[in-house]
């Protein structure tokens, strides 16, 4: 299955280039360049990434959306979604490939949930809680609704249009996905915590996520 994978960075010069070479060898690899004010967009091309460029920050919804139309455009039968920040582990991407081939399910997600680890104690809680909701709202068992290591079929991308322009793009996916009747499975993944700063912003989009389900999953 060619499989592509999609990077939205956002000043993520230190980790970019080492994470891209980590999967360029095995993969085609699209990193969205998310207005970044550093050299993320130079270190992802040295590394054999093909780049795209967003003018100005956007958030990581609007990256995402950028980058699977270009998967798709490139022929892509599946996408695997990693954050730029050195968080996820490559060496478990076959794990996710493994587990989509075995299942057919639509998307498969990363789960960190098994085990926090070094996740920090507030993520913890609040995925855990989110998770919970969100569980409900897809009618599936979602343990780790946040993790943005996700192996996605094709189809659930053609069939399922995307709006969200940050944070809120991985619960949209997700409900959009059980709507149109795609099944969700979760494979265990490590993640590393001890050197990256979060983009995430605890109120701002945790109120962005409650307001989206208030909405009932619709952005």
Known sequence: MRTV??????????????????????HQVIVVDDGSTDR???????AGAAVLRQPRNGGKGAALRRGFAAALERGAEAVVTMDGDGQHDPAD??????????????????????????????????????SAMLSRLCR???????????????????RCPLSAERFEIDSELLVAASRAGFRIVSVPVRSIYDRHTSMIRPWRDTWRFLRFLARGGRM
């Open 140 to 158: 599936q068992a979602i343990p780790d609704s946040q993790c943005g290591f996700r192996w996605i079929a094709r189809e659930v991308l053609e």
């Open 93 to 130: 991407l076959p794990h996710l490939a493994a587990a989509a081939a075995a299942s057919r399910a639509g998307i498969v997600l990363g789960n960190r949930m098994s085990s926090r680890g070094t996740m920090p104690r507030v993520r913890w809680y609040t995925n855990r809680a989110m």
């Open 5 to 26: 994978v999609v990077i939205p960075a956002y000043n993520a010069e230190a980790s970019i280039g080492t994470l891209v070479q980590q999967l360029i060898s095995q």
């Open 40 to 46: 993320t967009a130079e270190a992802a091309a040295a």
